[in-house]
């Protein structure tokens, strides 16, 4: 089993940065595909970044070239830097953990409970 939690969630305004955080515990997810997805007010949840246990990485087009995921397999820890943040950015950040290839969240074994964040003025 794994555990995910996610933190760093806030309130920000249009323009700005904030970092998310997924710290993993119980089963090692070094090998693992860790992804980002979130859930905006009354919308499906969507596909936000991923990145493979290579480093590998892909971003939905919303984001891409505003937000960076990485990793850091020896404190079990996956980040997700968003800077010039928009109001379109508000949702509900989850973090995934899978031995998968892509994005399907259909195929990620683990997630967290999510962390929220709000961009506006």
């Known amino acids: 089993q794994v555990q995910l939690v996610e933190s760093g969630g806030g309130l920000v305004q249009p323009g700005g940065s904030l970092r998310l955080s997924c710290a993993a515990s119980g089963r090692a997810v070094t090998s693992y595909t860790m992804g980002w997805f979130r859930r905006a007010p009354g919308k499906d949840r969507e596909f936000v970044a991923v990145?493979?246990?290579?480093?590998?990485?892909a971003y939905a087009d919303s984001v891409k070239g505003r937000f960076t995921t990485s990793r850091d397999n020896a404190k079990s820890t996956v980040y997700l830097q968003m800077n010039m943040l928009k109001p379109e950015d508000t949702a509900v950040y989850f973090c995934a953990a899978g031995q998968v290839t892509g994005w399907d969240a259909s195929q990620f074994d683990y997630w967290g409970q999510g962390t929220q964040l709000t961009v506006s003025s």
């Open positions: 990145i493979s246990w290579t480093g590998d990485t």
